[in-house]
């Protein structure tokens, strides 16, 4: 793993100065005095700069009181924001999406500056807001409009459904892809015609800054979108107790007490909580390839994503071909904290999280574990860069092997063939993610559909799916609730309301027949109605029009 030049964090940033950071610093400051007088800022947090351990700002502190005035702002400038028309809702941030692309090059340094993260990852980052722009500017409002449904007595009456926004929508983000998902729950939300107030996390406050700027320009209407800084315990409690939908992405820990308190409080919220992915090499892949992507899928921002796979499984015939390329394809794997695209791993979020690290690798090595390359700290490149790392023998009932590391990490196991893959895949009390390797396309696809993940690629590692912005994206089980893109992730944030309309009066016993005729007579009919539905459905099927 050979090291790129190490960086300065903010001194050598080509396009952030630290006036910048001041700037958006300030901007917090004064949203978090803004509103009622007891609203408060408190002390300042400090921002530090993961690639060097160097401050590099410090925003406010904000109190419960301060989260108060923020969601009461939301909640007056929502009911207008909820009478403009969708069409027009999503031009704004159809407008915000060019405006981050004309913006990209201080929002990558930014995006460096508070992760640590590679160039290239930045990059990946910051496509995905766009993307999800384009999305909603296209299907929002066909999504939202009203629906025509099935009538309760056709002809005489009438079924159709509308939806209206929730009202105030609380995003909880998370510091590793600090853009990408807070954007993907606060957008969908504002086009629904929510307000929204967003907490990033802590560590990076100042992407959520400048993209609440961002919207401004696009003429997003003020108080629609707020960001609010502050401790996770103190605004996050705050935050839920206050909105009427809390999006929330983190631990599965934090994620059951963020359910609980929405529970108390009868709101809903969609979760996006802990993963430990598999990856499923079969007997027929092409190893090279594999190894190539089974990288790109374990080691994308250095492990820190929700995505990443942290467990492969390779049937006993692939096993020694593949482990050589994914080891060789790993020590080819550069790590620095430059602003250059050199690198194709940065930095460790913090020293928390590199302790965490090491003691799962150092754990799983005690207990037998043997280390193929990599498990070294390298304060050479920078405080908190790591080495990936991959083992073998790892110990199935060991921390490493059961929970998430969320870093460089990955262990490699041989199974007997594709049904002891997918069991062992299948073997967690999470399902985020998964992927399948294989020649045989139709075969992978059909193994994907054992694994018991929200989304499973087949010769991919994480972006055939994620990438796929039309389609739902969420987890099973211990890996959360609901969903983030696609209709599903835009009608979260909307309350269905049906209307229906008789045209004959009210539905009842009539007065004019006897009701014993009438009962024989509804429930010949619903006989008939079923009896004609069944051998509808057959000719459908008969002529290929359904499944």
Known sequence: MSPTDRSVALTDAPHLAARRLADLSDRAMRSARTGEANAAAGDGIDV????????????????????????????????????????????????????????????????????????????????????????????AEAVLGPERRRAAVPGATTATVTYDPVGVVGVISPWNYPLTLSMADALPALVAGNAVVLKPDEKTPYGALALEELLEVAGLPDGVFQVVTGEGPTVGPALIDRVDYVAFTGSTETGRVVAERAGRNLIDCSLELGSNNPLVVLGDADVDETARGAVQACFSNAGQLCLAAERIYVVDSAYDAFLEAFVRETERLSLGTGYDYDADLGSLIDADQLDRVESRVDEAREAGATLLTGGSHRPDIGPFCYEPTVLTDVDPDSTLAREETFGPVVSVTPVPDADAAVAAANDSPYGLNASVWTSDRARGAAIAREIDCGTVNVNDGFLATWGATDAPMGGFGDSGLGRRHGPEGIRRFVEPRTVGVSRVGPLAFPDRIPTEWFVRGAFAAISLGRKASRGARRLKKRIGLQR
């Not at 904000?62 to 969601?71: G, L, N």
């Not at 007056?76 to 704004?92: H, I, N």
Request: hydrophobic share 40%; proline share 4%; with cysteine.
């Open 48 to 139: 530090v700069a993961p690639a060097t351990d160097e401050r590099i700002g410090s925003v406010p502190a904000c109190d419960a009181a301060a989260v108060d005035a923020a969601v009461d702002r939301s909640r007056t400038a929502q009911t207008a924001w909820e009478e403009t028309p969708v069409a027009e809702r999503t031009a704004v941030v159809d407008r915000f999406g060019d405006l981050v692309l004309g913006h990209r090059e201080e929002l990558l340094d930014v995006l460096q500056v508070e992760t640590g993260k590679s160039r290239r990852t930045a990059v990946e980052e910051l496509f995905d807001v766009p993307t999800g722009c384009s999305f909603l500017a296209n299907e």
